[in-house]
């Protein structure tokens, strides 16, 4: 079992900058990978980006270039720093922990409650 604690979400205008982060404990072999993923209301759930300890990196196509995942070794911390941001990017964030690294939500075993970004004017 994994613990994951989202901070950072927040209202921010068009064209600004937003670091999520998130705290994860628990058992250390189901998160050799942390990722985030987003919900906006009415869409499904889709994939941000993801990172494990090698430090591979997963991106979406609609972040890549404005986003940034990055994490410590022992995976005890992931951030998300987004630049840049869009109207389309507003959505609830959520981190999630696997096993190994995936853009795939049905890999990710456990998540956290999630954090609100909106973005507009």
């Known amino acids: 079992q994994v613990q994951l604690v989202e901070s950072g979400g927040g209202l921010v205008q068009p064209g600004g900058s937003l670091r999520l982060s998130c705290a994860a404990s628990?058992?250390?072999?189901?998160?050799?990978?942390l990722g985030w993923f987003r919900q906006a209301p009415g869409k499904e759930r889709e994939f941000v980006a993801a990172?494990?300890?090698?430090?591979?990196?997963l991106y979406s196509d609609s972040v890549t270039g404005r986003f940034t995942i990055s994490s410590d070794y022992l995976m005890t911390t992931v951030h998300l720093q987004m630049n840049n941001l869009k109207p389309e990017d507003t959505a609830v964030y959520f981190c999630?922990?696997?096993?190994?690294?995936?853009?795939?939500?049905?890999?990710?075993?456990?998540w956290g409650q999630g954090t609100q970004v909106t973005v507009s004017p």
């Open positions: 999630a922990a696997a096993g190994e690294l995936s853009r795939h939500a049905s890999d990710f075993n456990s």
């Open positions: 628990g058992h250390p072999y189901n998160r050799n990978a």
């Open positions: 990172v494990n300890r090698l430090v591979n990196t």
